[in-house]
């Protein structure tokens, strides 16, 4: 969850949205969001909705402690209900993300899922997931996980070097992720996920290498592999302004990124969105899918987005304000925005043409159509899917996929 939350008109005290926003849900996926804003240490990297016991300190008092966090979570849940109605949906993908979910106890994590489950249900094999720091789970933490309904579980692995992770500021010792997927797969997980990051300065070739390479012999079903991005604000962000470590070009995140696809495509991991790879289709995360295609997903947290028939809304950060805001009966939303079809048509491409099976041409206005067919020339878009109406990255399409993309809205 960004830190930085965009404008908006208001949102209604009872949270309740526009008609429009349900016509035709039963035609499309439900999802739940959950975000768990607490970190034991903040990463130089991150620009999160992320605090520490310190940040915390002093700043709200019990509304924002750990310790009661899953009933104020709860009660959003339960908000949730309320203004979606009679919706009969039940939700096919649960995500919990963070922050460090696992900071909380793995209790306190099954009664949000139960929650969810009590008040809309799951849907029949639903994906549940939720995002693990290596060093805050161990066995019996993840059987307990695994108990309460969870059978997807993502670790934040980084980097297998240890001075790539001193400049990440992670706390993790090199091995713990993978040992972590040996663990997960024991407690009887389904699908495990590791996240790395590629372009850390100091980084060479060499340890992004071993990095994947650690990876893939873990065992997971799913990598993600992501380029740093150096966000203003950031503890590392001041440390490169300052000269302490060097930055990293666009060149070398292009270099890395072929490494990736390389390294993981002879592990037998197929990519389906432009940083993520898994080694069968039931391995793929679904609810990121659901991101992806615009479908309905309630983000439940301070600072949490959701989206449900193109309204947009995000809640108040603070897990302080969050809470005071749903003990006094009124909605935690900080903000929301409906989309305009325009809108809705211009992120349609922008995150679809990210996915494997590409954005429908159909989408395009002239000036993108004819930008299409430049690509098509340019070899940045695949000729067999263009044939036949959609319009799919080549690998060197990949790398270039943020220019493709704004030609391609025009």
Request: glycine content about 10%; proline content about 7%.
């Amino acid at each position: 969850m960004p830190s930085v939350l965009p404008d908006g008109e208001p949102v209604p005290a009872d949270g309740a949205l526009p008609a429009h926003a349900l016509a035709g849900a039963a035609d499309r996926p439900l999802g739940f969001y959950v975000h768990v804003p607490y970190c034991a240490t903040r990463c130089g990297y991150c620009d999160f909705n992320t605090y520490t016991a310190t940040e915390l300190r002093g700043s709200g008092g019990a509304p924002a402690s750990r310790e009661n966090y899953a009933d104020v979570l709860i009660d959003e849940v339960r908000l949730a209900r309320k203004v979606l109605g009679d919706d009969p949906r039940p939700v096919e993908t649960v995500f919990v993300g963070g922050g460090t979910p696992t900071l909380l106890p793995a209790a306190d994590l099954g009664r949000m899922l139960d929650a969810i489950r009590t008040e809309f249900g799951l849907a029949p094999g639903a994906e549940v997931s939720t995002e693990a720091n290596p060093e805050s789970v161990d066995p019996a933490y993840l059987a307990r996980l695994r108990d309460s309904g969870f059978n997807r579980i993502s670790f934040g692995m980084q980097s297998a070097r240890q001075h790539v992770l001193k400049v990440l500021d992670r706390t993790h010792t090199p091995g713990r992720p993978e040992r972590c997927v040996a663990e997960a797969r024991a407690a009887g997980f389904d699908h495990v996920n590791l996240d790395l990051i590629y372009g850390t300065p100091g980084e060479s070739d060499d340890d992004w290498r071993a990095s994947l390479d650690a990876a893939v012999g873990a065992g997971p079903d799913h990598v993600s592999a992501y380029a740093l991005i150096v966000e203003e604000g950031t503890r590392l962000a001041a440390r490169i302004r300052r000269g302490e470590v060097p930055t990293t070009d666009d060149d070398v995140h292009a270099d890395r990124y072929l490494i990736a696809q390389e390294r993981l495509a002879a592990a037998g991991f197929s990519w389906y969105e432009v940083s993520n790879w898994a080694t069968t289709p039931e391995g793929r995360c679904r609810h990121n899918e659901l991101y992806w295609t615009g479908a309905d997903w309630w983000g439940a947290g301070p600072g949490a987005h959701s989206h449900v028939g193109g309204v947009r809304w995000w809640n108040v950060k603070h897990p302080g304000a969050y809470a005071q805001a749903l003990g006094e009966g009124r909605s935690p939303g900080a903000g929301r925005e409906v989309l305009a079809a325009e809108d809705r048509r211009v992120e349609r491409i922008l995150l679809e043409l990210r996915l494997s099976q590409g954005c429908p041409l159909d989408l395009l206005a002239d000036e993108g159509a004819r930008a299409a067919a430049r690509a098509l020339r340019d070899g940045l878009l695949e000729p067999g899917p263009y044939a036949l109406g959609r319009a799919v990255l080549t690998l060197r399409g990949r790398l270039l996929a943020d220019a493709v993309v704004r030609d391609l809205v025009d």
